[in-house]
C-alpha cells in the first residue's frame, strides 16, 4: 500500500517513538492522521450493557467509512454463531430493529429474501473476502493496540465456526496445535467484557510472528496470526505425521491426568 510506505518514511520518529496514546492519532490501517476511533473487536457486536473499557484504536475517515458496512453485515453473522444467551437475545432484540434504520434496509432485504441466509446473494468468494477482512481488521487491530505499531505484513485465521476458509488440511494442523505450542507463553488480552469478546495472544520473536487466540460470545473461537512479508498460512504447514504424533502424544497426556 503506497499511503503505508509513504507514513513509515515520513513519520519514521512518530512510529519508532510512539507512545501507547499516540495509537489515536494515526490510523491502525493506513497510518494517515486519525479523525476517529475503531473498537476492536466492532462496537456494535456488544450489547450496550457491556460496553465498559472497550479496547479503541485511532482510524481515518475513509476506513472508518470503508468497514462500517462490513462491521454490520458481519453483527448478524457473528451473532448466530455466538452464545445463545448473550449474542441471540441481542440478536434478535437489536439486530433486527437495527435492520430496519434506513441506511440497511438493503441489507434486511437480503436477509428476508434468503431466508436465513445473511450475506444474501454474494457469491463464495465476496463472503470469503468479507469474513477475512473482518478478522484481517480485529486481528491489525489488536497488533496496533499492543505493539504500538502497524502490521507490515499479512493476516490469517481459523475459526471453529465458519467453514468458508480456504486453507490446507496441513494449515488447519498448525491452528489445532497453536494452543499448546505457546502454552505457558499466553498474555491475557485486555478485553473487559469477556463474555462477548475474550482473548489471548503471544508475540514469537523468532517467527516474528503475533498469535491471538479470540473468544466471540464464549463459544466462537477464532485463531488469528500475522504473517510477516512474503510467507503464506501454507509456509506453516504441518505434516500430517507429525499432527499424529502430536495427537496421540496430546491424548495420552490427559488419560494420564484423568488416571491420577
Ligand atoms: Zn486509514
Redesign the pocket.
Known sequence: MTKGTTWDKDNKEKVEGMKKEDIHKF?Y??G?NATTTEHVPPKNLFPKEFRDNPITVG??T??NNEFSKLDERMRVHMQTMGDPIIAKSELENKTTRGLLRNESRGLLTEIVSNSGDYFGESSQRERLDYVEKYFEKIIRGLYYYHFIKRLNGSTSFFSNKIELVEISANAHFYYYMLDDKYAGKWKEGDSKNKDVFDYKFHFDETAEQFITIMKFYKVHIVHGVTLPQGKHIDDYAIEFEDFEKWRKGKKSTSELVQKT
Do not use: I, Q, V
Open positions: 490510523c490501517w493506513c494517515d482510524s481515518c475513509t476506513h
